[in-house]
């Protein structure tokens, strides 16, 4: 008998599922499982991924210093409490296992993303998955479920599944009736795509309290998801703590180099968020003209609610005969639902088109 066991929470966990790549039998793939950038990566991160070939054998610059100046520059924010990641996931890690742990608690809407509650599980937390009003966060009720062994809580906003986006206010007064000793973790990784002009990702609030963080990424609009580049702006005290613990050389030269590239590329963000906003309407209106509810959505996503399981596992498989590949909704307690990403126009008219007949023949 094997007497070497992990702690017992690691055995709770159900690994993360990636959006699926492939169709068996099907040439032709349309990817739209994984909230990736419409156009893919941009130009100008491509060559310069491309440049750092000859240096590959050089370690990369372990405080990211060029990445976080860049990011700093873009968004007005201080880069000594910028912190680069493998991706936000990496930023999320370090954050949960340095305030959580074992004995203490990590409170999250019911269908927010589900690395807060892996890497909650993992940390030895208790993960309190706090139901939902229409797919909606529900302030009160998070606040309600604060108890003395609450430390953090992780809030997507706009939110992954659903696409909903918390007012600011309803941000603020969540804010506001935290204690000072829970964190409150804002994860803005659909901020880039978001509209509304009210809409503030994070670091207001962070400039403004000590007790809050906000995580970005480069996967979405950057369109650098297999790069694996993330990042966070903290307080400084909790900056120098994830400083003191995170991996030396955690994002790699080449991840580094097409980041900054990317956030130089013109036009490349408003490009994209126009193509965003009106292919997601219009996609989402010719899905609701076929009989389908779909969520209203901030991301570059939509959630399509067939009503019943069996009805949006029988809407996948007619895509995936199509070719397009999209994202069952099960692990997030959504069975009944399907996530697609907002693509091409070309990729949206033929989901539109493939759905519609679907609807059509029930």
């Known amino acids: ?49 491309i440049e750092t070939a000859a240096e590959l054998h050089r370690y990369p610059d372990g405080g990211s210093t060029e990445l976080r100046e860049a990011i700093g520059a873009r968004f007005g924010l201080d880069p000594a409490r910028i912190i680069c990641g493998a991706g936000s996931d990496e930023i999320l890690l370090h954050l949960i296992m340095s305030y959580g742990g074992e004995g203490t608690e990590l409170i999250m809407s019911a269908h927010g993303f589900t690395m807060y509650d892996i890497t909650g599980r993992y940390a030895g937390c208790q993960v309190i998955k706090v139901p939902e009003r229409d797919l909606k966060p529900d302030v009160d009720a998070m606040l309600a479920a604060v108890g003395p062994r609450t430390r953090m809580l992780c809030l997507a906003n706009p939110n992954n599944p659903t696409g909903y986006l918390l007012p600011q206010s309803e941000v603020a007064r969540l804010r506001a009736g935290l204690r000072d000793d829970v964190m ?163 990729e949206c008219t033929l989901v539109a088109d493939t759905l519609s007949a679907f609807m059509h023949d029930l």
């Open 1 to 49: 008998m094997n007497a070497m066991l992990p702690r017992p929470t690691i055995l709770t966990i159900e690994p993360y599922a990636p959006g699926a790549s492939k169709v068996a039998g099907v040439n032709r793939i349309t990817k739209l499982s994984s909230n990736e950038g419409a156009f893919g990566p941009p130009p100008g991160a491509m060559a310069a991924f």
């Open 184 to 346: 409150l973790v804002l994860d803005a990784a659909y901020a880039e795509y978001v509209t509304d002009p009210t809409y503030d990702a994070g670091a207001a609030m962070v400039d403004s309290a000590p007790n809050t963080v906000m995580t970005r990424t480069f996967s979405k609009i950057f369109g650098l998801g297999g790069m694996r580049v993330g990042w966070g702006y903290f307080p400084a005290h909790i900056a120098d703590i994830i400083n003191r613990i995170r991996g030396p050389f955690n994002v790699n030269i080449a991840a580094q180099a097409a980041a900054v590239a990317a956030l130089a590329e013109p036009g490349w963000v408003e490009k994209s968020i126009a193509h965003n906003t009106e292919w997601r309407a219009r996609l989402a209106a010719a899905l609701e003209a076929a009989g389908i509810k779909i969520w209203p959505s901030e991301g570059n996503f939509l959630l399509a609610d067939f009503t019943t399981a069996e009805r949006a596992k029988a809407a996948d498989a007619a895509l995936k005969a199509r070719g397009v590949i999209v994202r069952g909704m099960g692990g997030y307690g959504l069975p009944h639902c399907l996530r697609i990403t907002v693509g091409t126009g070309e």
